[in-house]
């Protein structure tokens, strides 16, 4: 079935750094491509999402390019800030009735 | 106005209590959904309802039931609980549609003792 692979964290930048947080999938055909946000305390909150190879999705200053040839859904972001420190989930649809699986996870720490 | 809102925020217990948790959405959503998050914020489906009906059971142990009683509800009730049921249970809702987004409580932390 369907699934993704996120890289493992905890991930701690400085703020204004650069960021990237890899995931790859394992799917039949082109499912849409998600990425999910939880701030400490919260639920998840979808951040940006792809439907189709070789969409960029793209929201507050993130973004990710759906790849089919690399089977990859890279979040990135040029600058991050403080508050930004969070966990990130990068999903995709398996199986039937709106399922969607998500990865690992990706704790990522903001520091002054 | 909170979208998807669950009650309670805070659940301590003891093993071998009955326990429930409560669900609602605002959004006008007719697919509602559990999620248990273990300590390593692994995220795992649970159950599915699309308007009342269930449409997703995942390998959950049958202490746990789930139910519906409007599209606009999805309430869990675990019997016996057990340490391992220690974690976090989010409930979410989404419009039909697999690029649909979920949108999440905030979700009710459950602690065995």
């Known amino acids: 079935g369907n699934s993704v692979t996120q890289m493992e964290g905890p991930v701690t930048l400085s703020e204004e750094a650069f960021l990237t947080i890899n995931c790859t999938y394992t799917a039949t055909g082109y499912p849409s491509l998600f990425w999910y946000v939880q701030y400490p305390g919260e639920g998840l909150q979808l951040l940006l999402k792809?439907?189709?190879?070789?969409d960029k999705g793209s929201n507050k200053g993130f973004e990710a390019t759906y790849r089919k040839e690399t089977t990859s859904f890279h979040l990135e972001k040029g600058s991050v800030q403080v508050s930004d420190s969070a966990v990130y989930f990068c999903a995709l649809p398996t199986g039937g009735g709106n399922k969607l699986t998500f990865g690992t996870g990706t704790q990522l720490k903001v520091e002054l | 106005d909170t979208a998807v809102s669950q009650t309670p925020k805070y659940l301590v217990t003891q093993m071998g209590n009955d326990k429930s948790i409560k669900c609602e959405q605002n959004?006008?959503?007719?697919?509602m959904y559990w999620y248990k998050q273990d300590s390593k914020k692994f995220l795992k489906i649970m159950f599915s309802y699309n308007n009342k009906e269930l449409i997703i059971n995942e390998t959950v142990p049958n202490r746990f039931s789930p139910k519906s009683p409007d599209k606009a509800h999805l309430n869990l009730h675990i019997n016996s609980l057990e340490l391992g049921d220690s974690a976090v249970y989010f409930c979410?809702?989404?419009?039909?549609?697999?690029?649909?987004?979920?949108?999440f409580g905030n979700g009710t932390r459950l602690t065995v003792t």
């Open positions: 792809a439907t189709k190879a070789d």
């Open positions: 959004l006008g959503h007719d697919t």
């Open positions: 979410a809702s989404s419009q039909v549609g697999r690029d649909s987004p979920l949108h």
